[in-house]
């Protein structure tokens, strides 16, 4: 009779966890004496974007891994397979005779959610019902952004949605007979070798970057997280966790409330000016961290209610702008590093090699492509994307616009490469590291290069030029003309109109 009882099934998408998940402990709750089982689909069609990268699906197979025991450990099978998400999921209901699937509302790119369309739509007509449950703090279908903040304080401080071990018996066997693709490398996936020096990937090592940044690297969240010498250590470095579900938004937020009101506590019986002095730095990085938890939701949940803002101009005034004018020699010189300005390309390169930048130097990349190269954010988006281990469609769609000039609403955000060289890397540090062209260039020289004196080039082993380029453009000049059409577009009747409505 057991078997009778048709089994759940959860498909994971970028929840890569087993703790605080909502969809698997849904379908334990609503199996009714029926298993559970699990589904991983690596799909060619998302595998072969151009935002997606092999240190993606490197990073993946890690969370996965870990996974599959844990889920082992819950009574609930973790099965892959590798095609379509509509074909897949229908060859598993004919398998199984499932009829609740359970997933997590994705906020992703344009072809995940197409495809979640297309399972939508394969559902009602297979008679599946198709139950999907937030994630984090976006909200589908928001009538308005009023009282969104209310709503994303409530999920927040919501209890978790921790999983019990699954006892239902119904499916059992045939789950047990599933044929499953395992757990893919990149190149079992016909994918190229992931090169990076990059975090490693799993619930785990999410939970040890979470604990270790709490109670140790986050006094210098507040201060430190803008220079890409200091930045490595003083950021939470959550965000990859975050981008594949290893860890749940409500966790870090919950673990981070939790600290501050532990600080705050010891603050009122602190009575040295050391103790104190060190409670208050915690303070300000605590109270910064959140609202940059915060932020991570308000980023999504712009994509979320526009998805079109991945492929278009939020001001669709500013259609044409750049589009008309692509530079493939640019392009490719910022792509390698080779622009002539150290820091740029130090941070291209430091990218490239680590997957990581953080965020200051983010902007300053999108600044430098978008204003001083006049580059359109796309092109130059899909690098980010692709070499970003943390790319999440929703911040990243939204802040190459904001960065870009291209929302109607933001002020334009102008980073001179030179003048943030000397704050961020005053001594050429990380500089050198990433530009070893550079290595023997003097201190006094090191953040513009180009002014070396011929001797002085000869002398350090770097000829502009030749050992390392001149700049791409005269930054000052390119931005001067940028602003000036910017600010044509912007001025226009029609943009002020359009903005008003933002």
């Not at 988006?381 to 469609?393: C, I, S, T, V, Y």
């Not at 260039?441 to 002398?459: E, L």
Request: positive net charge; aromatic residues 8%; charged residues 25%.
């Amino acid at each position: 009779m057991a078997e009778a009882i048709p089994p759940v099934c959860v498909w994971l998408k970028r929840d890569l966890r087993a703790s605080d998940h909502p969809a698997l402990a849904e379908a334990v709750a609503r199996a009714r004496g029926g298993g559970v089982f699990a589904v991983f689909l690596y799909e060619p069609e998302v595998l072969a974007q151009p935002e997606h990268d092999a240190s993606h699906s490197a990073f993946e197979r890690e969370c996965l891994s870990e996974l599959d025991a844990a889920l082992g450990r819950l009574g609930i099978r973790l099965v892959t397979r590798r095609g379509e998400a509509v074909a897949m999921l229908e060859q598993l209901r004919r398998e199984t005779g499932f009829r609740l699937l359970v997933a997590h509302e994705e906020t992703g790119t344009g072809v995940t959610y197409a495809r979640d369309r297309r399972v939508r739509r394969w559902a009602r007509e297979a008679g599946v019902e198709f139950h999907e449950l937030p994630q984090g703090g976006v909200v589908r279908r928001l009538a308005s952004r009023n009282g969104w903040n209310r709503l994303w304080e409530a999920r927040m401080e919501a209890g978790r949605a921790d999983v019990p071990r699954s006892t239902g018996r119904g499916g059992l066997a045939t789950i047990a007979r599933l044929a499953t693709a395992g757990i893919l490398d990149c190149r079992a996936l016909g994918l190229p070798t992931d090169t990076k020096d990059r975090q490693r990937g799993g619930e785990r090592a999410a939970g040890d970057v979470l604990d270790d940044f709490l109670s140790r690297r986050g006094r210098h969240y507040s201060g430190g997280i803008s220079s890409p010498l200091s930045a490595p250590a003083s950021c939470s470095r959550l965000s990859p966790y975050l981008a594949f579900g290893a860890i749940s938004m409500r966790t870090v937020w919950q673990a981070s409330e939790a600290r501050r009101r532990e600080v705050q506590a010891s603050l009122l019986g602190a009575t040295s000016p050391r103790d104190r002095g060190s409670l208050r730095a915690w303070q300000r990085s605590l109270k910064a961290v959140q609202a940059r938890l915060h932020w991570h939701c308000h980023f999504m949940q712009k994509l979320e209610d526009e998805p079109a803002i991945e492929f278009h101009n939020m001001l669709r005034a500013a259609d044409g702008l750049r589009e008309t004018e692509v530079c493939p020699e640019r392009l490719a010189a910022w792509q390698a590093g080779r622009t002539g300005y150290p820091l740029v390309d130090a941070c291209l390169r430091s990218l490239v090699a680590t997957g990581w930048l953080t965020f200051r130097m983010r902007a300053l990349v999108v600044s430098f492509a978008s204003y001083s190269l006049w580059l359109h954010w796309r092109p130059t988006g899909l690098f980010l994307a692709r070499h970003f281990l943390d790319f999440e469609p929703g911040i990243h769609w939204s802040q190459l616009q904001m960065q870009s000039g291209t929302t109607g609403i933001n002020t334009l955000r102008i980073y001179n490469p030179t003048k943030q060289a000397l704050e961020q890397d005053p001594g050429g540090v990380f500089i050198r590291r990433w530009v070893p062209e550079l290595a023997g260039v003097p201190s006094v020289f090191v953040h513009m290069p180009w002014t070396m004196p011929a001797d002085a080039q000869r002398k350090a082993g770097c000829v502009i030029g030749r050992d390392y380029p001149a700049p791409i453009v005269d930054h000052a000049a390119a931005v001067r003309e940028a602003k000036r059409r910017l600010a044509a577009v912007r001025n226009a009747p029609e943009a002020r109109s359009e903005a008003r409505g933002v």
